[in-house]
């Protein structure tokens, strides 16, 4: 049996809002995985010493403790990524160091509408294993013989079996990606969905509930899920409100660039009209078109909350974007799936059109901006003959090969056959820290960890939000920061209080941390450079970072799937 674990006198900071900080012994149980007790510093270690001693008189079984000291570090909750794209990862790389090093204990997957289950068919597996590829690489399963059962499944709870039997490192729960949705009732076609279609859509959304997952997604500038309407929308929300209490719809909506409020607006009107929770996924307001706009964006989220609406939002702490490079296609380019994509790449007749909309008339891929080529950088690609492209702006890459840079864009996606992601540098500092601020915000990194050019955001997102914007800029104090990170999160997903708080009783998810050097490290040249600052970490009891190193092999972690009556565990 593993030995319990004794924080001696850390600074407590509990993850509730406006949490008073205050000096205290943790013990936790690695049996149950739960805060046994909180007690002033520096005492339990004395009375679990005279306890040890009288048990070993009577003859009885003695419980180990493992102490460490930790006066002057800050323990709380572990942090909660509210946008995390390790759907695979954590099945093929199960230590998940990019996460568990940076002090995240749970992650939400399924996230943009699009992901590996439900599907109904192995084509249709393979067709979304080609189009996310650059999300989550595409890998054979004869390569991980330790999986088991990777790639084995078609629904929902099948998928959640398979997390199970293979062990998580971090908690993890997931959303219905509305994308998948569309698929199985519609095909991957840019059409209107029939009565019927939509009618199947919301029995497969109900299979999925049932099954486990704490609400639904979507991606509406990824196909398929971008043709459907609002109408379609409308009546998947209004199930997840009337039937499943808890529950709510994370939207990457139509656009971020040139129609960003008006598409914030569709998805506030849906929390409006269904009476659906609404959690506004990677809530930024990028491109110089939407400089200073914070304020209408936020006030239009206070006037919904001001008629009962139950909106919150996460964003990123950074200022580029990440996406597949495929995304800044028009929809119709996409419409067919990736194989029916490459053909359109290859003709003449489509090539001119697709430049014509990417370039001067700005599509829904481009977020209804003409793309700048100066700003698009590859991030990571699949194909290891394009590595070299890895972190160059296609403007570069275009200068240095004397070709148009649309010419550029369509040979790396025809080479890297749609595998590739990009780096979109159109991020805006003042709208980050205003959105950050706002009392419905939690964090989501949104990272890809699929490559070698990754978003420093992969390594670096809590510490950043903690190092950077709370202690460094004052923008957040310490301990509503790490409300943020936790205890609001873990309400949205309906886990607190067992989740997202310090007190006896709760899971042992904790992070403990040096507030004077926690600092995110990772850059777009180091992506992969662990954060300064986290000192240990415990999953369901369990460490997975012990004195500043990620520990191997340890799996800590719980599927969490939503039960009958809306509570998560």
Not at 156 to 173: A, F, I, P, Q, W
Not at 221 to 244: H, V
Not at 411 to 434: A, F, P, W, Y
Request: one cysteine or more; a negative charge.
């Amino acid at each position: 049996m593993l030995p319990d674990i004794l924080f001696i006198s850390p600074t407590i900071i509990s993850g509730a809002e406006d949490a008073i900080p205050y000096p205290a012994d943790v013990l936790i149980s690695s049996d149950t995985g739960l805060i046994i007790t909180i007690a002033p510093p520096f005492t339990l270690s004395c009375q679990l010493l005279f306890e040890r001693s009288k048990a070993r008189e009577r003859g009885d079984k003695v419980q180990e403790v493992k102490e460490i000291e930790a006066e002057g570090l800050v323990l709380c909750p572990g942090f909660i990524d509210l946008h995390a794209h390790s759907d695979l990862y954590v099945l093929t790389h199960p230590d998940h160091e990019a996460k568990v090093s940076q002090g995240c204990t749970t992650e939400v997957l399924g996230q943009d509408g699009i992901s590996y289950s439900p599907i109904s068919s192995p084509s249709q597996l393979t067709a979304i294993r080609s189009q996310i590829a650059a999300w989550n690489g595409n890998p054979n399963p004869a390569d991980y013989p330790e999986v088991k059962g990777l790639f084995e499944w078609k629904s929902t709870g099948d998928y959640l079996d398979c997390l199970e039997r293979n062990g998580v490192s971090v908690n993890v729960c997931t959303l219905v990606p509305q994308g998948n949705l569309r698929l199985l009732a519609c095909g991957p076609w840019d059409k209107i969905a029939t009565a019927d279609e939509i009618e199947q859509q919301g029995q497969l959304l109900r299979k999925s509930m049932r099954e486990g997952a704490v609400g639904m997604s979507s991606g509406l500038t990824y196909t398929p899920g971008m043709y459907a309407s609002t109408s379609e929308l409308s009546t998947l929300c209004t199930i997840l409100a009337q039937e499943f209490p808890g529950s709510f719809y994370a939207p990457h909506h139509r656009s971020y660039g040139y129609k960003a409020l008006e598409s914030y607006g569709e998805m506030l009107g849906l929390a409006k009209d269904t009476g659906c929770a609404v959690h506004l996924t990677h809530a930024t307001l990028n491109f110089p078109e939407n400089t200073s706009k914070a304020p209408l964006l936020l006030s239009l989220i206070d006037s919904h909350r001001s008629l009962g609406c139950d909106i919150t939002l996460d964003t990123y702490p950074y200022l580029p974007g990440c996406t597949t490079l495929s995304s800044l296609l028009p929809s119709w380019a996409s419409a067919g799936g990736p194989e029916e994509t490459m053909r359109r790449l290859k003709d003449e007749v489509c090539r001119e059109k697709i430049r014509r909309q990417v370039e001067i008339e700005g599509c829904d891929g481009g977020h209804g901006i003409p793309t700048d080529w100066g700003v698009i950088a590859i991030g990571s690609t699949s194909n290891p003959a394009l590595s070299h492209l890895n972190g160059r702006l296609i403007s570069e890459i275009a200068r240095s090969s004397s070709l148009p840079p649309i010419a550029v864009f369509f040979d790396i996606l025809l080479q890297d056959k749609l595998g590739t992601s990009c780096v979109m540098h159109i991020g805006n500092e003042e709208n980050v820290r205003m959105i950050m601020a706002h009392e419905t915000h939690c964090a989501g990194s949104d990272a890809i960890l699929h490559g070698e050019g990754l978003h420093p955001r992969a390594y670096g997102t809590f510490p950043r939000f903690l190092g950077h914007y709370s202690r460094d800029l004052s923008l957040i104090p310490l301990p509503n920061m790490i409300a943020h990170l936790t205890s609001r999160p873990a309400k949205r997903l309906s886990l607190f209080p067992l989740r997202g708080l310090i007190a006896p009783g709760s899971f042992a998810d904790i992070v403990v941390f040096d507030p004077k050097t926690i600092k995110d490290k990772s850059t777009f040249e180091k992506p992969k450079e662990r954060a300064e600052g986290v000192k240990w970490v415990v999953v369901g009891g369990k460490v997975v970072v012990g004195d500043g190193e990620v520990l191997k092999g340890v799996r800590g972690g719980k599927v969490l799937r939503r039960r009958e009556g809306g509570k998560v565990w």
